[in-house]
């Protein structure tokens, strides 16, 4: 692909590139112009130290975000395993259970019923009433 | 006289059932209008060919309808087409006016709705020979000006935002490009997978729904200050039609847009109401106002995009062009049951026509009805407690995105994906509305692009000289970035001044 002025010559071979190098040119463009942005705001500022970048929020609960993240992971390939219904309780009663934070009479009940009416319903409604493929 | 011969009550009674279940899937965060009529399509099967098309056409309106419930209460858009009604809504909500917003959206949405049902019905023929005659300019300009208003939305970063969009059209692009079947911008050992590139609809989920979780799991899904308060029928909560004095005109433009808008085929969807919203920020006197909790942003967001409903089935029933992704299965109905949609399907079958212009006057009707007067009930699907619904959510979501391509688990990993960058992009600095936008329309930039390049031998020009339509889309467009430009650095003093 060549460029002239105001003209370009497109082969059939790489129409498939033209718009994507177009886009990662943009891309760049931007990104420079986004440094470049940040950069003069930071010489402005008087403050000699900026704030440093805080990626978490204060007191952010550590336990309910990194299982959400392992669970969240865990669950495709449990379904995988051992099939839709086993797998969804299983995730549904362990996540409920996480986010109730609490690990009592009534969590265990509230998450227990969640998680086997939840994926029973699913199960029943999208996959035997209605024949939708389920994971 | 022949369309009320028709439609039976059994077709009046599949319509409203068609509602009711639209909204509640439209009102559950990562389920859409799309997917109700795609879980429903195989039931009309059984049915006769008005009934079916009214069950499904009851599924659109709710469904679309549904989707301002968990945008409102909860920053969730329930379907693609409510992105902007988050932007009004939730901060309403936050102020104690959730049933006012609710109620604004619902009005807003029905009038949209018959706007563009009257468009349909008198101006069909007639708009549909207008979006034909676009030529492949004119379109990849319409998708261009769609993508300034990734400017307009960026709140006071311009260039953030743009970066987010055209963040947004790279990821797009990648899988083949059908032009030539070549593959582009694959990461190794994902060819098979992202022959298609990534699927909409489990990108659209991951983003808002488990980005969403992840956020409040990292904030230990404490209850949100809107949980706690109830649809109270408090003063500054209770709804007035007076709401829409002095919005008429915002009104008609975004009924008008949304219709325009889901005519053309392929920019149909959320782009109605963006560019909507982006209207109504330009030409409000208040456009800082708007973000912060105005039903004027409201008003333009749902009456658009209940107005792209008809606009959509414009090119749907007078070309055979899906105006949108929902309207793409609508296509799918109509050949199960044999009936052939394009430029003779009107001529060929004017009672089915009426029929469906009936139908859309029954399920807004239902809509209204069934919203309006028992919204507090609707509501109530997101109110259940956090650590019950958003398992739920996170079931549904996986669930939604395996069945969309039936089947794929690429499309679950899609969504985690998807659902931890929604997660890190707002902490970085990327906008998920623009990306998104950026996202949706990409693959038809490109697609338009290349084809004006191919027609016009590789003569750049061909973008400012195709003709007077050209013109007056480049004047928007300018137009649109100038005020973004004009609007960015006015938030930065506003910013720098408090």
Redesign the interface.
């Given at each position: 692909m060549t460029i002239a002025f105001?003209?370009?010559?497109?082969s059939?071979?790489e129409?498939?590139?033209?718009?994507?190098r177009i886009?990662?040119g943009?891309?760049i463009i931007?990104?420079v112009?986004?440094l470049l942005?940040k950069g003069i705001q930071l010489l402005k500022r008087k403050e000699k130290r900026p704030k440093p970048f805080r990626?978490?929020?204060e007191n952010?609960?550590a336990k309910?975000?990194y299982?959400?993240?392992v669970l969240?992971?865990l669950?495709?390939p449990a379904?995988?395993l051992f099939g839709f219904l086993p797998a969804?309780i299983l995730?549904?009663f362990l996540?409920?259970i996480l986010?109730?934070?609490q690990f009592n009479k009534k969590t265990i009940i509230?998450s227990i019923s969640?998680?086997l009416a939840?994926?029973i319903a699913?199960w029943y409604v999208?996959g035997q009433l209605?024949?939708?493929?389920?994971? | 006289m022949l369309a009320f011969e028709i439609i039976t009550p059994f077709t009046v009674l599949l319509c409203f059932l068609g509602v009711f279940i639209g909204i509640i899937m439209g009102a559950i965060p990562g389920m859409t209008a799309t997917m109700a009529i795609a879980?429903?399509l195989?039931?009309t099967y059984v049915l006769e060919m008005v009934d079916s098309i009214g069950l499904l056409i009851g599924l659109y309106v709710g469904g679309i309808s549904g989707g301002l419930v968990p945008a409102i209460l909860l920053n969730i858009p329930g379907t693609p087409s409510s992105l902007c009604t988050t932007f009004d809504g939730y901060p309403m909500t936050q102020k104690g006016e959730g049933e006012k917003a609710l109620k604004v959206g619902i009005t807003a949405s029905i009038i949209g709705g018959f706007f563009s049902l009257t468009v349909l019905y008198l101006f069909a023929p007639f708009l549909a020979s207008v979006a034909i005659d676009f030529t492949s300019v004119d379109k990849f300009l319409i998708i261009v000006f769609a993508l300034t208003i990734i400017a307009s939305i960026s709140k006071g970063s311009l260039?953030?935002g743009?970066?987010s969009g055209?963040?947004g059209?790279?990821i797009s692009?990648i899988g083949?490009?059908p032009?030539?079947n070549?593959?582009?911008?694959m990461p190794p050992g994902l060819e098979e997978q992202l022959v298609y590139g990534f699927s909409l609809l489990p990108v659209l989920i991951g983003l808002f729904a488990?980005g969403q979780?992840?956020q409040e799991?990292?904030?230990?899904?404490k209850p949100a200050s809107h949980q706690k308060l109830d649809l109270k029928k408090t003063e500054k909560n209770k709804f007035s039609l007076k709401i829409f004095k002095g919005q008429y005109i915002n009104t008609a433009r975004s009924s008008l847009i949304g219709t325009f808008v889901g005519m053309l085929p392929g920019v149909g969807g959320s782009a109605a109401s963006i560019t909507a919203y982006s209207q109504t920020k330009n030409f409000s006197k208040h456009p800082e106002r708007l973000g912060t909790g105005e039903p004027e942003g409201l008003i333009s967001s749902e009456s658009a995009n209940n107005g792209l409903i008809g606009g959509a089935l414009i090119p749907l029933l007078t070309l055979g062009i899906p105006g949108d992704s929902t309207t793409a299965i609508l296509i799918g109905a109509f050949l199960l049951q044999g009936v052939q949609v394009g430029p003779l399907f009107i001529s060929s079958n004017p009672d089915l026509w009426s029929g469906i212009v009936i139908t859309l006057v029954v399920a807004n009707i239902a809509m209204f009805i069934l919203m309006f007067f028992s919204i507090k009930y609707f509501a109530k699907i997101v109110f259940i407690p956090?650590?019950?619904i958003?398992?739920?959510i996170?079931?549904?979501c996986?669930?939604g995105s395996?069945?969309i391509n039936?089947?794929i688990?690429f499309d679950?990993?899609t969504l985690?994906i998807f659902?931890?960058l929604g997660y890190i992009f707002p902490?970085i600095g990327v906008q998920i509305p623009a990306f998104l936008i950026g996202f949706i329309l990409?693959m038809e930039?490109?697609k338009y692009?290349?084809d004006s390049?191919?027609g016009s031998g590789?003569?750049?020009?061909v973008f400012f000289t195709q003709g007077p339509i050209a013109i007056v889309l480049w004047i928007l467009i300018l137009g649109s970035l100038v005020y973004a430009f004009i609007d960015s650095q006015k938030s930065k003093k506003n910013q720098a001044s408090t």
């Open positions: 105001f003209t370009m010559d497109i059939f071979n129409y498939h590139l033209i718009f994507p886009i990662i943009a891309l931007l990104a112009a986004l942005q990626f978490f929020s952010y609960d309910k975000f299982a959400t993240l969240l992971v669950y495709p379904l995988s969804s995730f549904m996540i409920t986010y109730a934070g509230v969640n998680s939840s994926s699913v999208f209605f024949d939708i493929t389920l994971p | 879980i429903f195989p039931l260039i953030g743009l970066f055209v963040l059209i790279f692009l083949r490009f032009d030539n070549e593959m582009r911008l488990v979780i992840l799991a990292e904030e230990g899904m956090k650590y019950i958003f398992p739920i996170v079931l549904m996986v669930v395996y069945a039936s089947g688990m679950v990993w985690l659902g931890v902490k990409g930039a490109e692009f290349v390049l191919k590789g003569d750049l020009t």
